[in-house]
């Protein structure tokens, strides 16, 4: 069942091979791309739950693509957070296809079958990543979506796309050639092995300082994540079109990064070092930057720098709940990483549509506008709820479940770390949910027109909004799910290095 990475794939070759013969306002390009979403989300959906079902048909591998390193294949697997991650990508891939078919045509954006052609390649990259056996498979695809989705943000061309474009390409590459390779070589020096295994690879008399050290140049290195001092590239890249900034935020880049720590520290560090990890202070690094973050997204009237700084406040919970180095964090993490995701995406659905709808691109100018677009700033109310950890929300959980994990650590400053996610959800309810008050309660201007948003962008962020409503309601499956992620029983026979 691996190839349902090629899904995508196929929909971005058959986009490239027809754009010769296709006009500019042919529609081609976006069915092609909607189609390719819809059919990846349900083998996804398939695949999840045969797997859960304990259907024998769907094989959960391990696959070997290649070894072209002698020991070191490129190979695949399935199991629980991989499965989780690449659902969650292929559902709100759809999300973002049907969007962005209602975005680009009416922000009159071009070279569309290009936009619609690395989307393709990006999604399957981040498949790719999810399904990694080892860390090397893991890498190759880590740049790989690096690369692909660089068109993405410099797609209108001009010189604050190229720009951003500059920052967002050298932050990634110089973190993940400066840092997160090193750190791949390291681990193969130290265990012989780069193989995700349960209960980690790191041999048991590696000292508390290299474990500490190479934990750091996981987290700094795998740039994506976002954790200060290596975030700049996140609010650069909002010259994107919105439906690209909703895919890195919700759907592939920043997911990918926080994803790639989850997988790294349960199944190449193990919980079992955390005794003699000295990361109680690597721990404070994502604690710094939620708050940091928050405060600057405090005063950042532009609506997408604003969500973006929101980004990498939310995205350094999810590393703060993995360096917990426990199966409470780490349910935690993926919980998170799930009701982030469709809350962030609506966000950003809803900054389009207001940008397509009347021109604001500021806080400040959305006085009164939530009585002139309902839909939209409902939409907005309700996943900034989800952010905060509101109900009636999905993000609730995630935030109870990250609190929890944090009380019944055996980390000393637990409570502190608590104080921190408290005063951000303040902070959060401040910059989002004003918002929304601002919307619907100060009197509007009067000096904007409002066009109607096309119906693709309303579905889209129905679809969205839908999921962060039905995730408070239903929690429990996607908990039991986690749940069943095995600490001990990952299969022993992945041929994903030497051991």
Not at 19 to 26: G, T, Y
Not at 298 to 318: C, F, G, H, P, V
Request: charged share 10%.
């Amino acid at each position: 069942m691996i190839w349902v990475v090629l899904i995508p794939l196929v929909a971005a070759a058959l986009t490239a091979g027809l754009s010769p013969f296709l006009s500019e306002r042919s529609r081609t390009p976006e069915r092609l791309a909607i189609g390719g979403a819809f059919l990846q989300a349900l083998v996804m959906i398939y695949i999840v739950m045969g797997v859960v079902s304990g259907n024998t048909d769907v094989q959960t591998g391990p696959w070997v693509l290649a070894e072209p390193i002698a020991g070191i294949p490129m190979a695949f697997h399935f199991e629980t957070l991989s499965l989780l991650f690449a659902l969650v990508a292929s559902i709100l891939w759809f999300a973002t296809t049907l969007y962005a078919a209602g975005y680009m045509r009416a922000h009159g954006e071009t070279r569309l079958p290009r936009f619609y052609c690395f989307l393709g390649v990006a999604i399957s990259a981040t498949l790719a990543l999810a399904f990694s056996a080892n860390l090397f498979t893991m890498f190759v695809f880590y740049e790989l979506l690096t690369l692909s989705t660089w068109p993405l943000v410099v797609h209108t061309e001009d010189e604050t796309a190229r720009r951003g474009g500059r920052t967002y390409l050298g932050i990634l590459i110089a973190t993940s050639i400066g840092l997160f390779l090193p750190a791949i070589v390291w681990v193969y020096q130290l265990s012989g092995t780069v193989a995700f295994t349960s209960g980690g690879v790191i041999p048991a008399e590696t000292s508390g300082a290299v474990l500490s050290v190479l934990l750091l140049m996981f987290v700094i290195g795998v740039g994506k994540s976002a954790v200060m001092p290596a975030h700049r590239w996140l609010p650069a890249a909002m010259v994107a079109p919105t439906p690209v900034s909703a895919f890195l935020h919700a759907v592939a880049v920043v997911k990918a990064g926080v994803f790639a720590l989850t997988k790294i520290v349960v199944y190449i560090f193990g919980f079992s070092v955390s005794s003699e990890l000295l990361a109680h202070w690597v721990i404070w690094l994502p604690a710094i930057t939620i708050l940091l973050a928050s405060l600057v997204a405090m005063r950042e009237d532009n609506l997408k720098r604003r969500l973006a700084y929101s980004t990498i406040s939310q995205l350094s919970y999810i590393v703060l709940a993995v360096l917990l180095f426990s199966p409470e964090g780490t349910l935690a993490a993926g919980m998170h990483i799930t009701m982030h995701a469709f809350a962030k995406i609506t966000l950003f659905f809803a900054a389009g549509a207001i940008l397509i709808a009347s021109h604001c691109t500021r806080v400040s100018e959305l006085d009164g506008m939530g009585r002139r677009m309902p839909l939209v700033f409902i939409c907005l109310a309700i996943a900034s709820l989800s952010v905060v950890g509101l109900p009636p929300t999905g993000g609730l959980w995630s935030k109870w479940f990250l609190g929890q994990s944090i009380v019944t650590s055996d980390y000393p400053g637990a409570w502190v770390l608590l104080g921190v996610i408290l005063v951000s959800a303040l902070l959060n309810s401040i910059y989002l949910l004003g918002i929304a008050v601002r919307a619907f309660v100060r009197p509007f201007a009067g000096n904007t027109t409002i066009k109607a948003v096309p119906r693709t962008m309303q579905a889209a962020m129905l679809i969205a909004t839908g999921a962060t409503l039905l995730l408070f309601l239903l929690p429990m499956p996607l908990y039991e799910w986690l749940s069943t992620l095995s600490w001990s029983t990952l299969s022993e026979t992945i041929p994903a290095g030497r051991r």
